[in-house]
């Protein structure tokens, strides 16, 4: 059973930073599409970064380009969102999601993917 479970979320103020962990347990697929999104109350959820684990390519959102980081983590089977620069617009709930497989560009498309993770609360002050 997959499983996917985030970690890191927190409140801070404009310009600050915070480390996001997303724990993958299970096999999803010898290589997938991960990702994380976040989504604002009343809005919809929208992909940030993405990583393809077959090629190690990753893929960003325009918007959050030069601020958000995308890696994998010290433990096995784990994905980092490094997060700087941080805006009152920032504040939302952040996901990690799987897709068994390659989605090219798709990797925005919410909808595309299987397994999804609880969510983290980011808030941001100003």
């Known amino acids: 059973q997959v499983q996917l479970v985030e970690s890191g979320g927190g409140s801070v103020e404009t310009g600050g930073s915070l480390r996001l962990s997303c724990a993958v347990s299970?096999?999803?697929?010898?290589?997938?599409?991960i990702a994380w999104f976040h989504q604002a109350p009343g809005k919809e959820r929208e992909g940030l970064l993405g990583?393809?684990?077959?090629?190690?390519?990753?893929y960003h959102n325009p918007s959050v380009a030069g601020r958000f980081i995308i890696s994998k983590g010290d433990a096995k089977n784990s994905l980092i969102l490094q997060m700087n620069n941080l805006k009152p617009e920032d504040t939302a709930t952040y996901y990690c999601?799987?897709?068994?497989?390659?989605?090219?560009?798709?990797?925005?498309?919410?909808?595309?993917?299987?397994?999804w993770g609880q969510g983290t609360q980011v808030t941001v002050s100003y």
């Open positions: 999601a799987a897709y068994p497989g390659y989605l090219g560009s798709r990797w925005l498309d919410p909808r595309a993917y299987y397994y």
């Open positions: 299970g096999y999803i697929s010898r290589s997938a599409c």
């Open positions: 990583i393809y684990t077959g090629d190690g390519s990753t």
